[in-house]
């Protein structure tokens, strides 16, 4: 998986991450979780391997409670085709 590149950029301005929308000229501020989440995906190239390096990170965090909101939260990415399977 991959962030849609074509439509989707992502921007650190003033040390505040925000995805941007260049087709519709949104900006969304992205929280500090969403911003590592998707850092996660680009650096593994899988969801799969997001979820556990997020797992990982929040170590003291209950790990369903982790995997539920990481797949919450990449599911809406992909729904509104920011996330897009590279294959």
């Known amino acids: 998986y991959k962030i849609n590149e074509e439509n989707y950029v992502i921007r650190n301005i003033d040390g505040q991450m925000f995805l941007i929308n260049m087709k519709e000229g949104e900006a969304h501020l992205l929280n500090q979780v969403a ?3 998707i850092e996660y995906i680009k650096e593994c ?3 799969d391997e997001g979820l556990k390096k997020t797992k990982e990170f929040f170590y003291d965090i209950d790990p369903i409670t982790i995997e539920n909101d990481y797949y919450r939260f990449t599911n809406e990415l992909m729904e509104k085709k920011i996330l897009v399977n590279e294959h």
Do not use: H, K, P
């Open 35 to 37: 911003t590592l989440i």
């Open 45 to 47: 190239g899988s969801l």
